[in-house]
């Protein structure tokens, strides 16, 4: 009896040890699925976590601007949007064309009109775009991991001064003067900033009107996140509000 009792014991053992095993894999399978990674065009790729991130953000948009999302990508370009505007809080700015913020795979493309931030051939940064900056540093000082161009773009038409000497200057020194901001107010590393200049060459727009010329005179931040802990920081911070 104490024979069949052991063997007994020793199965039932068995069992609770294949239970516990099964257990563990499938926690191990759950875990693999939630870092599983779809592909976005060619190459932007993100987990099953951001992507129920990414539906949190979409469930706030309005619904007219969320059925022009058609594909993943258009999905994770309106989530970004969405959740980059909300935290620089762009509510505030008199148009919705004042900033304009877009995806390009794993590119994050903030776009700014010059009428927030420089005077008509100028690269002094008004005094009001400060709060606008100090939003823009919060958004990169947050998430290390990602680096920082600034681009200056600027309409067609010819400027010579005694302090600029043509197109490409002013776009490199407005570029510049963001960058300082950053670096020497907001103690952002420099090793992660980038200036740039695109002068005129990359229009929005055809430079035929006053109203187009407007459009294509901006400046650009250029942010290469972890799409991962991008959404994760900016969950975090919505939910201290």
């Known amino acids: 009896m104490e024979s069949k009792f052991l063997k007994i014991e020793n199965r039932v053992a068995s069992y609770n040890e294949k239970i516990n095993s099964l257990k563990g894999d499938n926690v191990t399978l759950k875990k693999e699925n939630n870092i599983k990674l779809d592909k976005i065009g060619d190459a932007a790729v993100i987990s099953n976590e951001t992507r129920e991130k990414m539906r949190e953000a979409l469930s706030k948009v309005a619904p007219a601007v969320l059925a022009q999302a058609k594909s993943l990508k258009d999905s994770l370009n309106l989530a970004i949007s969405y959740n980059l505007k909300n935290k620089m809080n762009t509510s505030a700015l008199s148009s919705s064309d004042d900033i304009n913020i877009d995806i390009d795979q794993t590119v994050v493309m903030i776009s700014i009109s010059d009428k927030l931030l420089f005077n008509t051939a100028s690269y002094t940064v008004k005094r009001g775009a400060y709060r606008l900056i100090e939003r823009l540093a919060n958004v990169i000082k ?32 407005r570029a510049t003067s963001i960058i300082r901001i950053l670096e020497g107010k907001h ?17 929005l727009v055809p430079n035929t009107s006053n109203k187009n010329r407007a459009k294509n005179r901006r400046t650009r ?19 201290k509000k």
Do not use: C
């Open 142 to 173: 947050s998430e290390p991991s990602m680096d920082v161009m600034i681009e200056g773009h600027t309409d067609s038409r010819t400027i010579s001064t005694d302090a600029i000497q043509d197109n490409w200057d002013l776009s490199v020194k």
């Open 187 to 203: 103690k952002i590393d420099g090793s992660r900033l980038i200036a740039s200049g695109r002068g005129s060459t990359i229009p």
């Open 221 to 239: 931040i250029v942010i290469l996140p972890n799409l991962d802990k991008f959404f994760a920081l900016i969950a975090a911070d919505n939910t």
